[in-house]
């Protein structure tokens, strides 16, 4: 592992522990070279997804990915990262468990609104207002009262939604 301070490949392991209840390993580091410590995070790696575009390209699915747009649609809330974290696990769970190899990006934003719905509202609204391209005020009130009437989609679309 390249330590991040001065980009030294030898380290030690100080501590290591399982972490986001056994999907990953988390492992305390120091550099030998400069003795800075820092984490990192061992997972399993997934299956080879492809997540098909709306311009029907393809492109292998990135769990990192996933991270980072759940991070931006939450910036500045209080919303912690581990929560973000075992959502993109469920998420990236959920698809290895279909047996797809092809997952349409249509269905993985739907599960990424869904999670966020549950995680914070108004992250759900950021992500959805980039998602569904809103164009106008107005349909950003539109998603608004209608979230206080929204079934949540894993009990209209369980098939697309498929809880552990």
Avoid: W
């Amino acid at each position: 592992m390249r330590c991040p301070k001065c980009q030294n490949q030898d380290d030690k392991v100080i501590d290591s522990r399982t972490s986001r209840d056994g999907a990953a390993i988390r492992r305390r580091r120091e550099c030998l070279a400069c003795s800075n410590r820092f984490t990192t995070y061992e997972h399993v790696e997934q299956a080879d997804l492809l997540v098909v575009k709306r311009n029907e390209a393809r492109e292998a699915f990135d769990r990192e990915k996933l991270v980072r747009s759940f991070t931006k649609a939450c910036e500045k809330r209080p919303v912690s990262i581990e929560s973000l974290h075992a959502a993109a696990d469920d998420i990236a769970t959920d698809l290895e468990a279909s047996g797809q190899r092809e997952i349409p990006s249509k269905r993985l934003g739907l599960k990424v609104m869904d999670k966020l719905h549950s995680i914070d509202p108004v992250a759900y609204v950021r992500y959805a207002s980039v998602y569904r391209e809103f164009q106008d005020v107005g349909e950003f009130i539109n998603e608004i009262e209608s979230m206080e009437h929204r079934v949540p989609a894993s009990v209209v679309h369980p098939e697309l939604f498929s809880q552990r």
